[in-house]
T-cell receptor, first 116, second 112 residues
Framework: GAVVSQHPSWVICKSGTSVKIECRSLDFQATTMFWYRQFPKQSLMLMATSNEGSKATYEQGVEKDKFLINHASLTLSTLTVTSAHPEDSSFYIC????????????FGPGTRLTVL | KQEVTQIPAALSVPEGENLVLNCSFTDSAIYNLQWFRQDPGKGLTSLLLIQSSQREQTSGRLNASLDKSSGRSTLYIAASQPGDSATYLCAAQRGNTGKLIFGQGTTLQVKP
């Protein structure tokens, strides 16, 4: 089956530092990946759409200079949280879109970010 | 603007019971509707996907229905097991963009 990995699975950093999270589709190519964030006991909120070889499209209210997204290849998208602050602490999940018989998204296991 | 709501927020049932989780959406012009399972601290596992032209999908003990006219979807779990304990999320896809709008989820606990 389609597998999506994320690295790291968890990270703790100091305020003001930048953190990069990787999302990889392991056994398929994904022209489109999505980044979500999830606060405790809340649902997933779409942050941005990442298309291979082009600029990411951000949802309303998401700072593009704060959350840098790069989709360098058909199997890798990265999310960099710049100048992280405690309010950026959250669970970040990526998904990769596969359009075959059905339009399906496969989700990564998530990355827990804690900013001190 | 599409809004997705799930009721109840939490549910506790004894093992073996059949149960129904509800999902409602405000904009009937959906591309598809999906049900996911999320275990604590983990990512999402896709359970069922219903295309906008379909009425239901089945996988093992799970059956999902879709009624676009009323803006509702249900996930039916038969003969529940403790291993079914998790949070269940429904998500409506916005057009052909792939963007998913999630409900808040229903946290299910199946007691042995």
């Amino acid at each position: 089956g389609a597998v999506v990995s994320q690295h790291p699975s968890w990270v703790i950093c100091k305020s003001g530092t930048s953190v990069k999270i990787e999302c990889r589709s392991l056994d398929f190519q994904a022209t489109t990946m999505f980044w979500y964030r999830q606060f405790p006991k809340q649902s997933l909120m779409l942050m941005a759409t990442s298309n291979e070889g082009s600029k990411a499209t951000y949802e309303q209210g998401v700072e593009k200079d704060k959350f840098l997204i790069n989709h360098a290849s058909l199997t890798l998208s990265t999310l960099t949280v710049t100048s992280a602050h405690p309010e950026d602490s959250s669970f970040y999940i990526c998904s990769a879109r596969v359009r075959r018989v059905t339009d399906t998204q496969y989700f990564g296991p998530g990355t827990r970010l804690t900013v001190l | 603007k599409q809004e997705v709501t799930q009721i109840p927020a939490a549910l506790s049932v004894p093992e073996g019971e059949n149960l129904v989780l509800n999902c409602s959406f405000t904009d009937s012009a959906i591309y598809n509707l999906q049900w996911f399972r999320q275990d604590p601290g983990k990512g999402l596992t896709s359970l069922l996907l219903i295309q906008s032209s379909q009425r239901e999908q089945t996988s093992g003990r799970l059956n999902a229905s879709l009624d676009k006219s009323s803006g509702r979807s249900t996930l039916y779990i038969a003969a529940s097991q403790p291993g079914d304990s998790a949070t269940y999320l429904c998500a409506a896809q916005r057009g052909n963009t792939g963007k998913l709008i999630f409900g808040q989820g229903t946290t299910l606990q199946v007691k042995p």
